[in-house]
């Protein structure tokens, strides 16, 4: 499929998961193995404003060491379009090779949303629009696919919100929402 077609098949089957999942007590421990398999030097911490400064934020930092290029909060639930755009420029900066998201269904959300955005070379969340699913009545839908290659994605969640599994993500715009995916965008970790 080239980088213009649109996937237009009445039923879609999306078959990518994550890799590794790894829960428990202690578990954000394995972040820094997770970070040697990849391999990933250079990553970037997007959390939100409530977990920011916190002891597992504090935590998963002091555990990245010096792999840690840059931490961001500006993350708004469900996603606004608008309120990815200092996402993007600021990931973007930073050049990381892996994202870790830290927090509930929203901040991975966003993590993915900055990914795709990064590797589409959108540098607004309004430019996601391009690659929504598009729902045609009764059973079609389309989507632009994005170009990858993708940056790594590493989920830590607070909560058990199912965005830490696949590479969909939702995200909001004029109040409407709005669903994206790519397999690439799964989480690995």
């Known amino acids: 499929m080239s980088e213009h077609e649109y996937r237009t098949d009445p039923v879609t089957v999306y078959n990518e998961t994550t890799r590794t999942v790894i829960y428990g007590i202690n578990s954000v421990e394995h ?17 939100t404003r409530s977990l920011l400064g916190s002891d597992i934020s504090r935590r998963v930092e002091n555990i990245l060491g010096n792999r840690l290029v840059g931490v961001a ?28 998201t830290l927090g509930g269904g929203s901040v991975i959300d966003s993590g993915k949303a900055v990914i795709a955005a990064l590797a589409a070379g959108c540098r607004s969340g309004a430019q996601l ?15 632009k696919p994005y170009p990858g290659p993708f940056l790594h994605h590493i989920a830590i969640s607070t909560t058990l919100s199912a965005a830490e599994y696949d590479g969909i993500f939702g995200y909001t715009s004029g109040g409407v929402k709005h669903l994206s995916m790519a397999g690439g965008l799964a989480p690995v970790s």
């Open 31 to 47: 972040v820094s193995a997770q970070c040697a398999a990849l391999p990933a030097d250079r990553v970037f911490l997007l959390t």
């Open 129 to 143: 629009l391009e690659h929504r699913i598009i729902f045609e009545y009764p059973d079609k839908t389309s989507q």
């Open 73 to 100: 909060s500006g993350v708004h639930q469900h996603v606004p379009a608008e309120s990815l755009d200092s996402l993007i420029s600021t990931v973007e900066a930073a050049q990381p090779d892996l994202v870790v």
